[in-house]
């Protein structure tokens, strides 16, 4: 997982050629006929990316509906059809989405789909689609450099489908974000933290949700995520004191409202994790990693959020780079598949 997280900068340098074979593709879906609503459509990284990029899809002009497939699938009528659907499976094989997908087909949408490899069922379904062909380090690691490589595509996914010049992708700065959140998880002590909440407001909601969900692939404690304001009143009742937050902001008015938080909580104790940038500082955090800019869709938060889940899961005794832990325990295992993955049963991928 280390390794995976390292080789961000190289993966978006080695993707843009097929970058500009996605937005020529993008631009293509838009040019045959006016763009209604935009469905983007994913479960886990990658609905937690269309919602990340959201704000700069609004920015473009884009109608953008960041959507799990089950959102569609209960009540259909929603789509119409001018609309585009644009669906992302890194696997192609997630039940609900290619259930979407064939939803999406027979209402008359526009589809594009973003995989990885020939996108298995999902590929099946849906002629126009990109793959990223981002080989995996090791066998069942959990998603790095596939998440920033899916933000990468939604970004050009935009700039395609609303007539704007590429997005420019700072692998540079990516890679001193790297080093400086590697820095600072040797530093700190995770031994005392009961659990972690992952808090943010706006597009940087999908990135909270991200950050929990990488924790909960490879460690052992309790995670959750929360949009900052909702927290308040809902979470925070049960929450214990000794909970790591974690507060992430990417504007001013984030940071603003951030900020105010690590104040009151700090009051009672709780400890806070501000990712942060130059622009967007939260000052009152406990403690910080600020970052000189956020980045689009806040893409160099991506490596705190990601060394701080390695970090976690080696505090808690487990193997992060190989999340056997996870296969290990049969039952479950199983019980994913039946939830999720019906077709690969038994396969033991």
Known sequence: MKRDIGRQPDVLR???????????RAAAVAL???V????VIGCGDGLFAAEAVGRDARQAGLDWQAVGPMDLLVEPNRVHPG????????????????EATGLMRDRG??????????????GALVPDRWSMDLPDLAPFLCGTSSF?????????VIAGL???PPVDLDARALADADRAADRMMHGIDLSDFTGLRYLASGGMFGLARYGAAKCVEVAARPVWSAELEEFAHSQF?????????VLIAASPTEAAYADASADALAQMGTRTLALDCDAAPVPRATMRLTVPQAGPAGLCHLPGLQHLAYALGTADGLDPNRRLHLKADQARFRTSRLLTRRSLLGQGT
């Open 14 to 24: 080695d993707l843009s050629p097929g970058l500009a074979v996605l937005r020529d």
């Open 32 to 34: 045959r006929g006016p």
């Open 36 to 39: 209604g609503r935009v469905w």
């Open 83 to 98: 609309d585009v659907a644009v669906l992302m499976s890194m696997s192609g094989n997630v039940d609900r989405t290619v």
């Open 109 to 122: 949408l526009r589809l594009l789909a973003i995989v990885n490899g020939d996108g298995g069922r999902l």
């Open 148 to 156: 920033a490589a899916t933000l990468a595509a939604l970004l050009t």
């Open 162 to 164: 609303s007539g704007q």
């Open 237 to 245: 009742w049960t929450m214990s004191p000794r909970d790591l937050v």
